[in-house]
């Protein structure tokens, strides 16, 4: 099991970098993240689950906006919606380490289960610099979903 999340780890964060080419110039702030969130906690509370769902993975949609994009885990760390990786729909994050070993997706559910929402910090593959850079993700716990919108610091 290590060593398939080792694997999903890797091809996350290859594919995360090789997306660089459809990464806007323009740098989102924390507070255009956090907006995005509350834009598609409203929408998941307004709207079938399903249908919310397709319409965050949809790299057309309402939900995608120059580098921010939502993406949503459930409780047991699945993946089941990302607006910027639709290859990563399904797949088991939980156990994802950033470069500092962090586990960067158990820290969102942490957030989530206990405030309710807040800002997990860690370290990621820009797509713009090809860099490992930190990167700050605002989180909201919607029934048994957490819902994400990350910006490079």
Request: charged share 25%; glycine share 6%; hydrophobic share 45%.
């Amino acid at each position: 099991m290590i060593h398939f999340a080792k694997r999903i780890a890797t091809f996350f964060l290859a594919a995360i970098i090789s997306i660089g080419a459809s990464a806007a110039p323009d740098k989102s702030t924390p507070e255009q993240a956090q907006a995005m969130v509350k834009k598609a906690v409203a929408y998941m509370k307004s709207h079938d689950r399903d249908a919310a769902l397709a319409e965050f993975s949809n790299p057309k949609g309402s939900f995608i906006d120059r580098d921010l994009y939502i993406f949503v885990i459930d409780l047991q760390g699945k993946m089941v919606a990302h607006g910027a990786l639709p290859k990563i729909i399904n797949k088991q994050v939980l156990e994802m380490k950033d470069p500092d070993d962090k586990y960067l997706f158990k820290d969102m559910l942490a957030v989530a289960n206990g405030a309710g929402s807040g800002w997990v910090h860690y370290k990621w593959p820009n797509p713009s610099s090809k860099a490992i850079e930190p990167k700050s993700t605002f989180v909201e716990k919607v029934g048994d979903l957490v819902i994400g919108c990350g910006v490079y610091n």
